[in-house]
């Protein structure tokens, strides 16, 4: 018999055990990256302190590692605000849905990620557009 059902074995029920872990992850990795700012401010401040009066050698240094610090903290603030969001959709019941094609995420991306705000599917075609 044929039939026009389509079995989809993933996996996108989410119990409310689920959705407890997911938040006790989504504020284990806020603080982590709340932390993650606090030591690259610190490292910042050292080494501007450190390069006053400081010999040409070490500025010559000083600059990249500010450079790769910059980058760090920009990359903390994007995942902060990933997680503030996705926390917020938690409250408002939307968590665990595609932002794009509105499909439920399946749970083991979210385990993964559990910040995603796309499918695997419209993650991957965003990647391909860059």
């Known amino acids: 018999m044929?039939?026009?059902?389509?079995i989809d074995d993933r996996d996108t029920t989410l119990s409310?055990?689920?959705?407890?872990a997911l938040r006790e992850n989504l504020y284990e990795q806020r603080a982590f990256r709340q932390e993650q700012l606090r030591q690259l401010r610190q490292a910042q401040q050292l080494s501007a302190s450190a390069t006053?009066?400081?010999?040409a050698p070490r500025d010559r240094r000083a600059a990249p590692q500010a450079e790769v610090r910059g980058k760090l903290a920009a990359s903390a603030r994007m995942v902060l605000a990933d997680i503030g969001a996705?926390?917020?959709?938690?409250?408002?019941?939307?968590?665990?849905?595609?932002n794009v094609c509105r499909v439920p995420i399946d749970r083991a991306r979210l385990t993964v990620v559990p910040h995603g705000r796309y499918c695997t599917r419209?993650?991957?075609?965003r990647e391909a557009g860059r």
Request: aromatic share 4%.
């Open 2 to 6: 044929v039939t026009d059902h389509i």
């Open 16 to 20: 409310a055990d689920d959705l407890a």
């Open 122 to 125: 419209c993650q991957q075609v």
């Open 52 to 55: 006053n009066g400081a010999d």
């Open 86 to 98: 996705a926390l917020a959709r938690m409250d408002r019941g939307g968590y665990g849905i595609c």
